[in-house]
């Protein structure tokens, strides 16, 4: 996963691509580059590590003259982070400069053909082959050899490409792949995210697969895989450019969890309206509702877990069978979807490749599509048959937050809309609409009630493992409460379902091994305390989520973590922010990089 950038017009481009590439860092953090033509050469600056790295090499960029130019912030995936394997590459005649998002599949046929034809190689990136097949087919028309050069390459790619023969202009290239053009005054970009471009201009243009860009300061110009002209709407980006920065808070991923009740608000509040839960934005009918025999919903990563979460509340009030499963493997499987089913995909950017892969496998079995996501205009909102977008705003920190939050707001929603819509007549769905409506000011409390948290991570943060379990809803909460720990703390943390625990899961817990256990059920608490005594008799320390006053659980817990009491059927909106907040300062305790942690990146646009 890589961040792209671009810019041409009148100003220092360097300065502004570093500025980009500080937006993008979330997509890549293991090196960056940037490429800037002057006076008819490209000079190219490339560092391992961070974007302050390349900021230091480059004086902040007022060492690099030029008014166009690409930048690239890497994640690797072919190749070590090194210098060599940084972005932006150079043709072996200096001509032209690439920046690179995406995995080229048959970049190793190409290579053996292009070695054979007297091109070298200086990294081990699938991306170097397509430079130098620009090289190859230019003959004084880069449009020309752009499309040539993408009729090769298989795979995914958005691409940012200069010419020294063309100076002023930059060309971009999408395919399966996200890239967006920003549209000024005498000057325009392209870019992986709008977060890069917000400080600039709010004009953007979504590019389509199989199109590219001709932009130079005064023109925009699109192409389709032909090379005819493509006619593009200019689209307006509407939130505040404060959303994207920290706001006085030390980390992303601290002010994002703060977020969560105005997140979920922005979700839900619009969408209840004299008392009724409404969806004007789907195409869905009662008569299209009445012939779904199941629910599958596919995601990957917490949005996967977010389906886990909703699944109680789907089946319960909707009386739809439900099933989820990681887009990973759904697109392998040989699915049982036909036309008679409902697809839910879920992806917080909504260009995650393997839910793109898994929603179109499942258009093409006829099945019926919706999909749940936060960027507008994502591949994934353009190839579903109906969209909710969740309103959360730019998330930043690559572990997940309120993308979280609001995916299982909207599917807790969805529960008691589809049952609406089908006549299933139900005498809670009053109590259902207050119980949403609440939901903004339940996160509200449940922060407000942990004010302990910070001295629990003091206590857990050197542990050599940690288990969460739960059952029912507050398991599906505990798959996502141990991948936030693992993911920006590095500890190990598993989740279990709590009465599978004598089946073999028992065999781990030992004297002082952190259980943290969940107990907002109280339909269920009796089996949860169970499963509680049964680590403590094992020496386990218990750390339990709960709602305050629970005697039972406070009698036996070592420590306790609060949230008010929620509907279990949507408490997953709630108890999540407990354990956001615990992963959050373990990490802080153990001095980790929180809104970057290592390997990890924002968009998994690869498999």
Not at 463 to 468: D, E, R, V, W
Not at 574 to 580: D, F, G, R, T
């Amino acid at each position: 996963m890589c961040g792209i950038v671009g810019f041409t017009g009148e100003q220092s481009a360097a300065p502004i691509l570093l500025d980009g590439l500080k937006k993008l860092e979330y997509r890549g953090y293991d090196s960056a580059g940037i490429a800037v033509m002057d006076h008819g050469c490209i000079s190219v600056n490339k560092v391992t590590g961070r974007i302050a790295n390349l900021c230091e090499k480059t004086k902040d960029g007022t060492a690099v003259p030029g008014a166009a130019g690409i930048g690239h912030t890497r994640w690797a995936t072919h190749g070590a982070p090194t210098e060599e394997n940084a972005h932006p590459h150079l043709s072996n005649d200096g001509r032209f400069a690439i920046v690179h998002n995406g995995i080229i599949e048959n970049y190793l046929s190409l290579r053996e053909e292009l070695i054979k034809d007297g091109y070298h190689f200086d990294s081990e990136t699938d991306t170097e082959v397509i430079v130098h097949l620009i090289e190859m087919y230019y003959k004084g028309d880069m449009r020309d050899a752009l499309i040539r050069t993408t009729n090769r390459l298989r795979g995914s790619y958005a691409l940012g490409v200069i010419c020294s023969e063309e100076p002023g202009k930059l060309y971009a290239v999408r395919e399966a792949s996200p890239l967006i053009l920003g549209v000024g005054v005498d000057e325009n970009y392209f870019a992986s995210d709008v977060t890069a471009l917000v400080n600039y201009t709010r004009n953007v243009i979504y590019l389509e697969d199989g199109e590219f860009a001709e932009l130079s300061g005064n023109s925009v110009k699109v192409f389709d895989c032909l090379g005819k002209p493509v006619e593009k709407k200019v689209s307006r980006i509407l939130w505040d450019v404060q959303a994207a920065e920290k706001g006085g808070y030390e980390h992303f991923m601290l002010k994002e969890i703060m977020e969560q009740p105005g997140a979920v608000k922005a979700t839900i509040s619009p969408r209840i309206k004299d008392g009724k839960i409404v969806f004007e934005e789907l195409k869905l009918t009662a008569k299209d509702l009445l012939r779904i025999r199941k629910i599958v919903i596919t995601a990957c990563g917490s949005a996967y877990y977010a389906g886990c979460a909703a699944k109680y509340a789907l089946e319960k009030i909707s009386h739809i069978p439900v099933e989820v499963e990681l887009a990973s493997e759904l697109r392998y499987s040989d699915p049982m979807i036909d036309n008679h089913t409902l697809l839910i995909v879920i992806s917080q950017s909504g260009e995650t490749a393997d839910t793109i892969a898994a929603l179109k496998e499942a258009k093409a079995r006829g099945a019926r599509t919706l999909a749940i996501v936060n960027v507008v205009g994502s591949t994934v909102a353009k190839l579903a048959d109906n969209v909710v977008y969740t309103w959360a705003g730019p998330e930043i920190a690559v572990a997940t937050t309120k993308g979280y939050t609001t995916q299982v707001a909207v599917l807790c929603m969805l529960s008691v809309w589809f049952a609406d819509m089908m006549g299933i007549e139900d005498e809670n769905y009053p109590k259902y609409v207050k119980e949403l409506q609440a939901l903004p000011r339940m996160i509200q409390h449940a922060i407000d009630m942990n004010s302990s948290i910070p001295a629990l991570a003091k206590k857990y943060h050197d542990s050599k493992s940690l288990f969460f379990i739960g059952r029912n809803t507050d398991y599906a909460v505990s798959l996502e409460g141990a991948l936030k720990m693992k993911e920006i703390s590095y500890l190990h943390s598993e989740a279990y379902a709590a009465g599978e625990l004598k089946h073999g899961t028992i065999a781990l817990i030992e004297e002082h091994t952190p259980v943290i256990a969940l107990c907002c059920n109280p339909a269920i608490m009796e089996k949860t305390l169970s499963n509680i005594v049964e680590v403590k008799s094992r020496g386990a320390e218990v750390l339990a989520l709960t709602f305050r006053n629970n005697q039972k659980i406070v009698s036996v817990a070592d420590d306790l973590m609060f949230i008010p009491k929620v509907d279990p059927l949507f408490s997953a909106v709630v108890e999540i922010v407990p354990l956001q907040l615990l992963a959050y300062y373990v990490a802080k305790e153990n001095g980790c990089d929180i809104d970057k942690p290592k390997n990890l990146a924002k968009s998994v646009t690869v498999e």
